[in-house]
């Protein structure tokens, strides 16, 4: 307490004058008096007395900071930009706030280390920090896992077919897999086939063509269906030379008649007039000529000439086709028709040779008498030839 006492009675009088000196302000005391204020070289007795207090303070904590002292003193510290992470420091709380470098180096205060270590020294819960040196911490920075080096091949041993193969009755037998088949050609013609009949349905040659274009290209029963509806919308599209190149790519046979009558029925169905109608008819007078006598499609393409000659009013050429029908296939599903349209056209002839009642008559009659009969049981015919053969004995 003397040497305190001393040292600001030393103080007071150093700094006494006539009027008050302001001691923030070292630069303005020095200019207003420049007797009084000794300079800053000389050690002065407030200096000796504050070194005294440091020196008291210091000898009190000396068994407890030496290290740290010793490590401070020798030592500065210095600002660095790399804050070392919580585990390489050994901090066991995570909550603990980082302590920041200052943004300006300023020189560590003695006096300011004692304070911070008289505040470490009343709490003994949390263990004194001290920085690492720079080797130390170099080694704790978390380092990239390095690649493995490739050995040498030669270097590893490959275990011998023979040790390697097991013996037969512990070789589990896997169930035969089979790989997933491709959809061969017959199911997907199957499919092209059946969009393009979708389309036709709908009247809608335009995406039917393309269809049955592909699907003909192929072989078999598929490719051929498809190779016939081609050649019925080339037909109905009056491509005449398509269709018979078309049909020209057909082998001989069943098939190839039947292409006959397809591009005949389109050829038929498509006419706007007379000279169209020809084209059909010569189309189906060569399946009648040329093809065998017991063929299945005879009775069907002399059907559909004669009811076309009907229609273009050649009424003997009709009856010629039609007697066919009756004489040499009546077993067949148009000895019906026959049988009707020729009563009609001696009926209704405007030919007055060819008009003839009575045969008219005769044939209306032969129609009743195998209206018991299958193929005359469900006639839509039957009710029309009942109709017209009582209108004629009537008028007769």
Do not use: C
Request: charged content about 40%; proline content about 5%.
């Amino acid at each position: 307490m003397k040497k305190i006492l001393l040292s600001f009675l030393l103080f007071s009088i150093a700094l006494s004058s006539e009027d008050t000196i302001r001691l923030p302000f070292p630069d303005d005391l020095e200019k207003q008096y420049p007797d009084k204020i000794a300079p800053p070289t000389e050690i002065t007795e407030i200096e000796k007395a504050l070194d005294e207090i440091h020196k008291s303070h210091e000898e009190a904590n000396k068994k407890k900071l030496e290290q740290e002292k010793n490590d401070i003193l020798t030592k500065p510290v210095e600002d660095s930009k790399i804050v070392p992470k919580e585990e390489s420091v050994g901090l066991k709380d995570k909550n603990e706030k980082k302590i920041e470098p200052s943004k300006k180096k300023a020189p560590i205060l003695i006096k300011d280390i004692i304070a911070e270590n008289e505040k470490k020294s009343k709490d003994n819960t949390e263990p004194t920090l001290k920085p690492k040196p720079k080797k130390e911490m170099d080694k704790e920075k978390v380092s990239l896992p390095k690649k493995e080096e490739s050995k040498p091949k030669s270097s590893v041993a490959l275990p011998s077919k023979k040790e390697t193969q097991l013996p037969k009755d512990q070789i589990a037998t896997l169930p035969n897999i089979e790989p997933t088949k491709k959809k061969n050609e017959k199911e997907e013609l199957a499919g092209i086939y059946y969009r393009a009949n979708y389309h036709l349905n709908r009247k809608d040659e335009k995406r039917a063509y393309p269809d049955y274009t592909t699907g003909s290209s192929g072989e078999g029963a598929t490719a051929n269906k498809s190779k016939l509806e081609l050649i019925r919308v080339l037909g109905n599209e009056r491509k005449l030379s398509q269709a018979k190149s078309m049909i020209e790519t057909i082998p001989d046979g069943d098939v190839k008649w039947e292409a006959h009558y397809e591009f005949a029925i389109a050829l038929d169905n498509s006419a706007r007039n007379k000279s169209d109608r020809e084209e059909a008819i010569n189309e189906y007078l060569y399946i009648v000529t040329e093809a065998p006598k017991d063929h299945k499609l005879q009775a069907k393409t002399n059907w559909a000439l004669g009811l076309l000659l009907f229609k273009n009013e050649d009424y003997v050429q009709s009856l010629d086709h039609l007697s066919k029908i009756i004489q040499k296939y009546s077993d067949t599903e148009f000895y019906d028709d026959a049988i009707y349209l020729t009563g009609r056209i001696y009926e209704e002839s405007t030919f007055v040779k060819l008009r003839d009642i009575d045969r008219a008559k005769k044939f209306y009659k032969l129609f009743l008498k195998n209206k018991d009969k299958e193929g005359f049981k469900s006639s839509h015919y039957l009710r029309e030839v009942e109709r017209r053969l009582k209108a004629l004995e009537t008028n007769s």
